[in-house]
T-cell receptor
């Protein structure tokens, strides 16, 4: 299984500011995924990040709010822009196992953001 | 569209007793099904998956799950619960019909509490 490191693990942010979350994987992967887990809720896919191309965003998520970078096959960043209290969530980076269609996802420990 | 339902927000079990965490799904084609566990302040850990074949799937930490196509269910089970099994459990589905796709849809989670 892949080892995924996320930074920061948690942060407290002021309304209107932006924060960038980093995700480092110990192996090269084609796709990386960013999920959001709002308090007491399930995981929702924000976007899929492919190296060398624009990220693909799910319905309800836009690039201006959640810009993503994918500079190489082991690293990605997610920025939460112009934060409001509603953005308080755990943000999780994940990658898929080696099987193309049947592979499970492996997750980082998550970044817990609290917006005041 | 694919969806997952976990009808129980919380399941309480005495240590040593069998446990069941329920999951039903809806997909347009045939599903790939997954169970994950989330311990406090941690990311998600993969437990097991159903791809094809035997309807009873065995996974990590003594957990197993039974795929029932007619009932569109994939309930998680363990013959003898441990206090250390107390955690948040998520069921997830990927629609095989979307070419394997990449989007994993999660249920709302079930909090399992195992008491002495």
């Amino acid at each position: 299984s892949a080892v995924i490191s996320q930074k920061p693990s948690r942060d407290i942010c002021q309304r209107g500011t932006s924060l960038t979350i980093q995700c480092q994987v110990d192996s090269q992967v084609t796709m990386m995924f960013w999920y959001r887990q709002q308090p007491g809720q399930s995981l929702t896919l924000i976007a899929t990040a492919n190296q060398g191309s624009e990220a693909t965003y799910e319905s309800g998520f836009v690039i201006d709010k959640f810009p993503i970078s994918r500079p190489n096959l082991t690293f990605s960043t997610l920025t939460v822009s112009n934060m409001s209290p509603e953005d308080s969530s755990i943000y999780l980076c994940s990658v898929k196992g080696p099987e193309i269609n049947t592979g499970e996802l492996f997750f980082g420990e998550g970044s817990r953001l609290t917006v005041l | 569209a694919q969806s997952v339902a976990q009808p129980e927000d919380q399941v309480n079990v005495a240590e040593g007793n069998p446990l069941t965490v329920k999951c039903t799904y809806s997909v347009s084609g045939n599903p790939y099904l997954f169970w994950y566990v989330q311990y406090p302040n941690r990311g998600l850990q993969f437990l097991l998956k159903y791809i094809t074949g035997d309807n009873l799937v065995k996974g990590s930490y003594g957990f197993e799950a039974e795929f029932n196509k007619s009932q569109t269910s994939f309930h998680l089970k363990k013959p003898s619960a441990l206090v250390s099994d107390s955690a948040l459990y998520f069921c997830a589905v990927r629609d095989r019909g979307e070419g394997g796709g990449n989007k994993l849809t999660f249920g709302t989670g079930t909090q399992l509490k195992v008491e002495l």
